[in-house]
């Protein structure tokens, strides 16, 4: 007898780490070196865990025996509580903070606790695919509303509220942005919770690259806008801090919390259910929430990552037929294949090729729930000589590529 997956996964996807990345790890078993553009995994291009995280863990180790409380350590939660204070949002306590095994599991446990079979959230598209993901494999409908490249990658509240059905049940918001590197502007993420707030809608606040600004740009924390809108607010310590190995991440409830007790109830439930988030890594919030914020040297416009991200952004668009909206947040930038140019009608196969001859890893535009076959992405982690070289790689490939 033959086992096979469970029909739940059939129209789930996750290309970020999806079949391209079983050649690119048998390229690199063959003896290839293969520049990983695919995640955003900061420790892969020399960034280091700031010291006095690392110590730490270290030294509050031997009390990281047990489990903790299936919400995770009292100081870890009170740190967090303590960040969401200074950023403005009211009426946070340590039992509204949950921690995690980083954002992604999370993002899962409050997606599983909310959704019934048909129901709809609406997510970005361009989006984080795990967003998706974890939706259809809840039972529900990913409802995908049009970030528009020609404004900057914002979305269209038009377009949002003609999306919004009787089956509606939460709206995801992901800023800074992954893919594209958009910031939304205080205006546009008001336009969305008035929606919210109209229709009776939960907001997922993903907020992970919250500190990863550029050109003075302001983050704007959704849930200090509207105390009257329930809203999950969704972080952690993997890019700001970069420690993604560490699965360090916390999800913050905010909003009229009483009109949502059933519900909290069962995200209760589910973190019991899984014991505990990892209690080493729980430590780690408190130092990097209360310590030196060493990610704002990088930012700045003399800072590595601010300089890879100019690079990036000039060396795309340097390429003829390809084009980018230069990202002010995030890690990634989001390039356009112009169709008259490069004629791609499979991203996928086009990004297998460019592994194939060139060793890189990019992800396709479908990946993110781009609705055409007319984008990539590329992490700007890379030092600004090596996305240099492999972004002009990229652009002789392309000159001589055809499907």
């Known amino acids: 007898m033959e086992f096979r997956q469970s029909s739940k996964l059939a129209d789930v996807c996750y290309e970020i780490r999806g079949p391209v990345i079983e050649q690119a790890n048998a390229l690199e078993e063959a003896g290839h070196s293969v520049l990983r553009l695919n995640t955003g995994n900061p420790a892969l291009f020399g960034f280091e865990a700031p010291e006095e995280i690392v110590q730490d863990i270290i030294r509050n180790l031997p009390r990281a025996h047990g489990y903790s409380d299936a919400r995770g350590i009292l100081p870890a939660r009170r740190a967090v509580v303590q960040y969401y204070q200074q950023r403005g949002v009211p009426g946070v306590g340590v039992d509204d903070v949950y ?9 899962s446990m409050a997606v599983t606790a909310l959704v019934d079979d048909g129901d709809e959230v609406l997510i970005p598209a361009p989006d984080f695919p795990l967003w998706t993901a974890v939706t ?26 003609s999306k919004i059905t009787d089956r509606t049940r939460a709206i995801v918001v992901i800023n800074p942005n992954n893919p594209t590197g958009a910031v939304y502007p205080r205006e546009l993420l008001e336009g969305i919770l008035d ?9 997922f606040a993903d907020e992970i690259y919250d500190k990863i600004l550029y050109d003075g740009v302001e983050h704007h924390c959704l849930a200090a806008l509207a105390p009257d809108v329930l809203v999950l607010t969704f972080n952690g310590l993997s890019k700001s801090y970069r420690v993604a190995g560490f699965r360090s991440g916390w999800l913050v409830v905010s909003g009229p919390k009483q009109l949502a ?3 909290l109830e069962g995200l209760t439930m589910l973190a019991g259910m899984r014991l505990c988030p990892n209690v080493p890594a729980q430590y780690a919030v408190q130092a990097a929430l209360g310590g030196r914020q060493s990610i704002q040297d990088l930012v700045l416009p003399t800072g590595r990552l601010a300089r890879q991200r100019d690079v990036a952004y000039e060396a795309l668009n ?31 196969r086009f990004v297998l090729d460019l592994l194939l001859r060139e ?12 609705p055409r076959p007319d984008h990539f992405r590329i992490l700007t982690l890379p ?10 790689r ?9 499907q």
């Open 99 to 107: 921690l995690g095994n980083g954002v992604s599991e999370l993002v």
């Open 136 to 161: 259809t494999l809840a039972g529900g409908r990913a409802v995908h509303y049009v970030c528009d490249e020609g404004a900057d990658w914002f979305p269209d509240l038009d377009d949002i509220a």
């Open 195 to 203: 929606l919210a707030r109209r229709h009776h809608l939960m907001v």
């Open 261 to 263: 007790a059933d519900y």
């Open 318 to 348: 340097a390429i003829p037929g390809v084009s980018c909206v230069k990202p002010k947040g995030a890690l990634y930038a989001f390039a356009r294949l112009d169709p008259a140019v490069h004629r791609i009608e499979d991203d996928e």
């Open 359 to 370: 060793k890189i890893h990019i992800v396709q535009g479908t990946g993110f729930n781009w």
């Open 383 to 392: 030092r600004a000589e090596d996305l240099e070289v492999a972004i002009s």
């Open 394 to 402: 990229i652009g002789r490939f392309l000159a001589g590529y055809r």
